[in-house]
C-alpha cells in the first residue's frame, strides 16, 4: 500500500462503504459478527463519556476520510472540523455534505464495477461541519476543541510521535481524545524507525503527562475490499482526558 493510496478509486470505493455502506454490504454474508459494522458510527456514539462534556461542545476528526465521523459528531456538536490529507476522500465528503449523496463504482470481480449510492443518514448537521485539505501533523488551527478524533490515523503518519505531542495543545482542558489505532505499521507511510513498537516509549507514555487514560478496548472494523476479500481489524480504542493546565 503506497502513500498515495488514499487518493485512489480502490481506497474511496473501501471507506465509502465501511462509513455509509448497509450492514449487508460491509460485512460478508454469514461469518462475521454485526458488532464489526458501522466503525465510524460507534466511535463517536460508544467512544466519548458525552455526559462529562459541555452540553453544545466542539469536535476535531482528524483523518476523517469520507467523513461519516464528523456527520455523526454534528448530531450532538454545535461545530466540526473534519481534516484530511486526501483530496478525493474530502471531495466525496463535501459531496455528501451538500447533496446529501454520491454516487461511487464499487469494485465486483476482476475488473467489474457497479454504481452504488451512499446516502448521508437522517438527523445529521451537515451545515456544522467544515472538512479541510490538510496534515494533521502540520495544519494550524486557531481554536482548541471539546473532542478529539483519531481513527486510525497514528499508524498512516510519517512522524506518529509528532502527532501524539501534538494533541494536547488542540484540546480544552477537561476535553476528550478517542484514539483508535491497529498498530498496523508499514514503511510506505511511516519510516521504520518512528514506528511505535512494543518496548519502545509508547502511546500512553507520550499522552500521560498531559492526559489521564479513563477507558481501553477494542474496536473492530471490517474493509470490503470486494464481495468475496474483506479485511478485519482489530484497532485499539483509548479514551483520554485532558488534564487541567
Ligand atoms: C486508515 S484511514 C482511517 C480513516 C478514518 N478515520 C476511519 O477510521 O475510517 C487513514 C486516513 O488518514 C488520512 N491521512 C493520512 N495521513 C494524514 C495526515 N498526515 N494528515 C491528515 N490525514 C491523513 C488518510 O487520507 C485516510 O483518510
Given at each position: 500500500?503506497?502513500?498515495?493510496?488514499?487518493?485512489?478509486?480502490?481506497?474511496?470505493?473501501?471507506?465509502?462503504?465501511?462509513?455509509?455502506?448497509?450492514?449487508?454490504?460491509?460485512?460478508?454474508?454469514?461469518?462475521?459478527?454485526?458488532?464489526?459494522a458501522?466503525?465510524?458510527?460507534?466511535?463517536?456514539?460508544?467512544?466519548?463519556?458525552?455526559?462529562?462534556?459541555?452540553?453544545?461542545?466542539?469536535a476535531?476528526?482528524?483523518?476523517c476520510?469520507?467523513?461519516r465521523?464528523?456527520?455523526?459528531?454534528?448530531?450532538?456538536c454545535?461545530?466540526?472540523?473534519?481534516?484530511?490529507?486526501?483530496?478525493?476522500?474530502?471531495?466525496?465528503?463535501?459531496l455528501l455534505?451538500?447533496?446529501?449523496?454520491?454516487?461511487?463504482?464499487?469494485?465486483?470481480?476482476?475488473?467489474?464495477?457497479?454504481e452504488?449510492?451512499f446516502?448521508l443518514?437522517?438527523?445529521?448537521?451537515?451545515?456544522?461541519?467544515?472538512?479541510r485539505?490538510?496534515?494533521a501533523?502540520?495544519?494550524?488551527?486557531?481554536?482548541?476543541?471539546?473532542?478529539?478524533?483519531?481513527?486510525?490515523?497514528?499508524?498512516r503518519?510519517?512522524?506518529?510521535?509528532?502527532?501524539?505531542?501534538?494533541?494536547?495543545?488542540?484540546?480544552?482542558?477537561?476535553?476528550?481524545?478517542?484514539l483508535?489505532?491497529?498498530?498496523?505499521?508499514?514503511?510506505?507511510?511511516?519510516?521504520?524507525?518512528?514506528?511505535?513498537?512494543?518496548?519502545?516509549?509508547?502511546?500512553?507514555?507520550?499522552?500521560?503527562?498531559?492526559?489521564?487514560?479513563?477507558?481501553?478496548?477494542?474496536?473492530?472494523?471490517?474493509?470490503?475490499?470486494?464481495?468475496?476479500?474483506?479485511?478485519?481489524?482489530?484497532?485499539?480504542?483509548?479514551?483520554w482526558?485532558r488534564?487541567?493546565?
Amino acid at each position: 500500500m503506497s502513500s498515495d493510496f488514499y487518493e485512489t478509486s480502490p481506497a474511496l470505493a473501501q471507506y465509502l462503504i465501511l462509513h455509509y455502506g448497509s450492514v449487508e454490504w460491509q460485512l460478508p454474508s454469514s461469518s462475521c459478527s454485526r458488532e464489526s459494522a458501522d466503525f465510524p458510527v460507534r466511535c463517536v456514539q460508544e467512544g466519548f463519556r458525552w455526559g462529562e462534556l459541555p452540553p453544545h461542545p466542539t469536535a476535531l476528526d482528524l483523518g476523517c476520510a469520507v467523513g461519516r465521523s464528523c456527520f455523526e459528531l454534528s448530531r450532538r456538536c454545535r461545530r466540526v472540523v473534519g481534516l484530511d490529507l486526501s483530496q478525493t476522500f474530502l471531495q466525496s465528503a463535501r459531496l455528501l455534505q451538500e447533496t446529501g449523496s454520491i454516487r461511487c463504482p464499487v469494485p465486483l470481480e476482476g475488473d467489474q464495477l457497479v454504481e452504488r449510492d451512499f446516502s448521508l443518514p437522517a438527523g445529521v448537521c451537515p451545515e456544522r461541519i467544515e472538512f479541510r485539505v490538510g496534515d494533521a501533523l502540520a495544519t494550524p488551527f486557531e481554536e482548541c476543541f471539546d473532542l478529539l478524533l483519531a481513527a486510525n490515523l497514528l499508524d498512516r503518519v510519517p512522524d506518529p510521535t509528532a502527532l501524539l505531542e501534538r494533541l494536547p495543545a488542540l484540546l480544552h482542558p477537561g476535553g476528550q481524545l478517542l484514539l483508535t489505532s491497529p498498530f498496523s505499521w508499514l514503511s510506505a507511510h511511516t519510516p521504520r524507525d518512528q514506528w511505535l513498537l512494543p518496548g519502545s516509549p509508547r502511546v500512553a507514555s507520550l499522552l500521560l503527562p498531559h492526559f489521564t487514560l479513563l477507558r481501553r478496548w477494542d474496536l473492530p472494523l471490517v474493509l470490503r475490499e470486494h464481495p468475496r476479500k474483506f479485511q478485519w481489524c482489530l484497532p485499539e480504542a483509548t479514551l483520554w482526558r485532558r488534564n487541567d493546565v
